[in-house]
């Protein structure tokens, strides 16, 4: 049971530059979420999933896109890299909602870098 | 505007002793509380849920109380060891049903 997996780990991007973060999940839960974390500013939201063919738009979905068109999967795209999206990317995934005391299984994370 | 409040600094502690992070928040009325574990380079590890109508939760070594007049959560780790060393978020329920999480707290526990 690998439980949230991500990739890739590590990934240094020009700026402009388009990349795409794949977290996977095998718990099969329906809920499924991006957040970024920078230094002093906690998780962040960036974008979310209740279901299979559904995204919304979290608290900085500025500049990312996602897609969740198996359960299993959500992808969150760069389509032009800026210094500022320079952070630790985690995706999370939940059996119930977050916001209805869903417990929140995150993966290992991503570490990205825009020059 | 909604704030969650942990101590950036770092809380150092010796080992043996009870350690005891604190989360503010303004402008929430959350149903619950929710605290994590985060090891560095890893993502964060669920720990404990309160409910507002909860006083305190107790897991092992852990306690967790809530207080809804004090907007304030108090999370406690007593018999503190070295492997408890670690950053500690708490996260709350927002307006939009969604969870958001304060910066962390790190504690460190010196052997």
């Known amino acids: 049971n690998a439980g949230v997996t991500q990739t890739p780990k590590f990934r240094v991007l020009k700026t402009g530059q388009s990349m795409t973060l794949l977290c996977a999940q095998d718990?099969?839960?329906?809920?499924m979420y991006w957040y970024r974390q920078d230094p002093g500013m906690g998780l962040r939201l960036i974008h979310y999933?209740?279901?299979?063919?559904?995204?919304a738009k979290g608290e900085v979905p500025d500049g990312y896109n996602v897609s969740r068109l198996k359960k299993q999967n959500f992808l969150l795209g760069l389509e032009s890299a800026a210094p500022s999206q320079t952070s630790v990317y985690f995706c999370?995934?939940?059996?119930?909602?977050?916001?209805?005391?869903?417990?929140?299984?995150f993966g290992e994370g991503s570490r990205l870098t825009v020059l | 505007s909604q704030k969650i409040e942990q101590n950036s600094e770092a809380l150092n502690i010796q080992e043996g002793k009870t350690a005891t992070l604190t989360c503010n928040y303004t402008?929430?009325?959350?149903?619950?509380l929710q605290w994590y574990r985060q090891d560095p380079g890893r993502g964060p590890v669920f720990l404990l849920l309160?409910?507002?109508?909860?006083k305190e939760k107790r897991k092992e070594r852990l306690k967790v109380t809530f207080d809804t007049t004090l907007k304030q959560s108090l999370f406690h780790i007593t018999a503190s060891q070295p492997a408890d060393s670690a950053t500690y978020l708490c996260?709350?329920?927002?307006?939009?049903?969604?969870?958001?999480f304060g910066g962390g707290t790190r504690l460190m526990v010196k052997p």
């Open positions: 999370a995934s939940s059996y119930l909602l977050a916001g209805n005391t869903g417990e929140l299984f």
């Open positions: 718990m099969n839960h329906e809920y």
């Open positions: 999933s209740v279901g299979e063919g559904t995204t």
């Open positions: 402008n929430y009325s959350p149903a619950y």
């Open positions: 309160i409910r507002e109508n909860e």
């Open positions: 996260a709350l329920e927002d307006a939009g049903n969604m969870l958001t």
